[in-house]
């Protein structure tokens, strides 16, 4: 199922592929000390940055989608709130400081076992800039937002709806299911994505 | 970090505490092929399955909390949507197939590294009993609920606001974040969240 998963973790003995007992679905099971080695999806978590009436986007210094444009996401940590894994990886990616506000946009990449979560979100202070994960950082009005140059299709969507919502001047929560068919480009958000 | 992470998954080799090149955290890494072995928060997915207006509930015939009432909920799995999820575990706890309705309650346990996420549904017919993970499955009404036997805090706190929403016609998505602090009741909604 997962080449990367031929050996137990806690005994280093080999795994093999069987359904456990009381269960449906084959896992990694360890031949010899027996540990089940679940594989569960991922939650990508990420802001939309608002300064006055501008977005903050950075440019990908990384693959996958490297010198495409983005939201700033990425992998939520363990101990951490789906709120501070935004934050903390807003600051990473544009180096801005910002107050989270509503969750906007889930959505379910099943064919990738992930799921986005992306929260509006006010810019503290204008500060910020080319950072190790960015080599650019920039605001957009909405007529600028370089929607042929977008790194992910979440990104194009939450975008997309949020500029809708604004006119609106209603927001509410947007769960879209994603499946290969609907992507013209890669979505795996990291390169951690592997594993 | 994790005691259960000893060994690399892909060659078998000793792992080690690290940060990574251009990383800011520790992570176990394999001393021969450099794999990282991420480790990240698990969903765990449920629903509040609405009969009439009566609420599906199960006593739980594993541990944790063994014994107790809880709404259907267990972790999402890999290749599913959190919607798909939350039907699935329904139906493998109570029997029940439902239609899901709106996201109702996410909470952030992030001292257990987990996401909690249920919804609204709609039970389609009132089939159900006992299963392999639930010695009884019952239909509640308000007033019937056993708030001193609910297996988990955010089973508490989504059947409060539930019903309280319900009450005044309007449904919002609530966001919890739950610290051990406020946690009278042990958390781990399955024994599979070990590891």
Same mark, same amino acid.
């Given at each position: 199922m997962n080449p990367s998963i031929q050996f137990c973790s806690r005994c280093g003995h080999q795994v093999s592929l069987k359904i456990p007992p009381g269960e449906t679905l084959l896992r990694h099971v360890c031949d010899q000390c027996q540990m089940v080695h679940y594989q569960n999806p991922k939650l990508i978590v990420g802001s939309i940055p608002e300064w006055k009436s501008s977005i903050l986007l950075c440019k990908r210094?990384?693959?996958? @989608?490297?010198?495409y444009w983005t939201l700033p996401a990425g992998f939520m940590e363990n101990q951490e709130t789906t709120s501070e894994g935004a934050i903390r990886e807003t600051l990473e990616e544009t180096g801005a400081q910002v107050q989270i506000e509503s969750l906007f946009s889930l959505f379910n990449l099943a064919h990738l076992n992930q799921v986005h979560l992306f929260y509006r979100a @006010?810019? #503290? #202070?204008p500060v910020f800039g080319p950072t190790t994960e960015s080599t650019e950082v920039a605001l957009f009005q909405e007529g600028d937002i370089p929607w042929q140059d977008l790194a992910f299709v979440s990104v194009r969507e939450t975008l997309a709806h949020f500029f809708e919502d604004r006119k609106n001047n209603r927001f509410i929560l947007h769960q879209i299911d994603l499946d290969p068919a609907q992507e013209t480009t890669p979505l795996s958000i990291s390169s951690k994505a592997a594993g």
């Open positions: 210094a990384i693959e996958p @989608r490297y010198g @006010r810019v #503290l #202070l």
